[in-house]
């Protein structure tokens, strides 16, 4: 073949692949090839509503190649409420439902643990083998493992294969503010993948509740930004409606939810692979986390990234403007 020929099919393969992550428009850019992110998302999807915004929002992204989705469980927060149904499945369904909405998006869907750590006979998770085989993966591209929930599939992967701590970096939504702690939902699902996360040696930003939950949106703005977008806009909203009413007939004694605000709280993950926020963290010592999950001084000389604040607009509007230009008539 004629080398321009060549040259002119390569470019058009890579704008094509850069375009946009998931069926819909082509976005009018194309991210710098050398830039490009791989990306794995654990997420208890039906937990709340949040989480398929911000999986949207990673699909939505060209930077990123999603190299899948891990449904995980919300087994301790589910028997609060007197949910006994297996909640990994429930988040599965939920993530397979947003995937076809998304246009059938290609994306791989992997099972996830279905109880915190200490369960007796534990296997080794679906999810967990698909973060140790990616990591594994000869592909020089940084690897990033986004934790929306719980931290215990990612702790299972470090426990069965700890070599792989040095092949990617965890972003995880959890914990409660330095430097006291204390309950947090994600956190709490799983105390124990939590310590197994701060000790290992795998590079760790977190996103603690004070930071996560500035992610604030109203009901009214959601109804005009995300609703009007197509089917996926559309399913989003609806999910979030649907959830805001049913959390609000059900739960009396704590003012939450509120009646027409929201959280967004998971798209920080996405929007700190967009841009890492160097002036919005601390590096400090590992910790430990107590029973009551507040956190105990760490006994390794190990340094985890804490972010102290996110930049809300500029996460939320990419994940808007993203949203409109693919789907938006």
Known sequence: MFKPLIYLTSALLLVSHFAIATPGKALPFTPDHAKQLRVMISSDAKNEADDDF???HALLTP???????IASHYSRTAAMLGNTLPTMEESYKELARLKKVMGDSPTPLYRGARQPLGAADQPLSEGAKAIITEAQRDDKRPLYVLILGPATDIALALQAAPDIADKLTVVWIGGNPYPQG?????????????????????????????VYMSMRVSLAELAVKVKPQ???????????????????????????PKSEVWVLGDNPAVGLLLDDHQYHYQEISAPTVNEDLTYGKGTQPRKVRVYQSIDA??????FFAKLQLAYGQ
């Open 230 to 256: 197509g089917e996926t806009g559309h399913y989003l909203w609806q999910q979030m409606i649907d959830f805001n009413r049913r959390a609000s007939a059900t739960i009396k004694d704590i003012p939450w």
């Open 54 to 56: 911000a999986i949207a």
């Open 63 to 69: 930077t990123f190649e999603v190299r899948g989705l």
């Open 182 to 210: 204390g309950w947090e939902y994600n956190l709490f699902n799983d105390p124990q993948a939590g310590n197994v996360l701060f000790q290992s040696a795998v590079p760790l930003w977190q996103v603690p509740h004070n």
């Open 313 to 318: 607009h500029f996460v939320l509007e990419d």
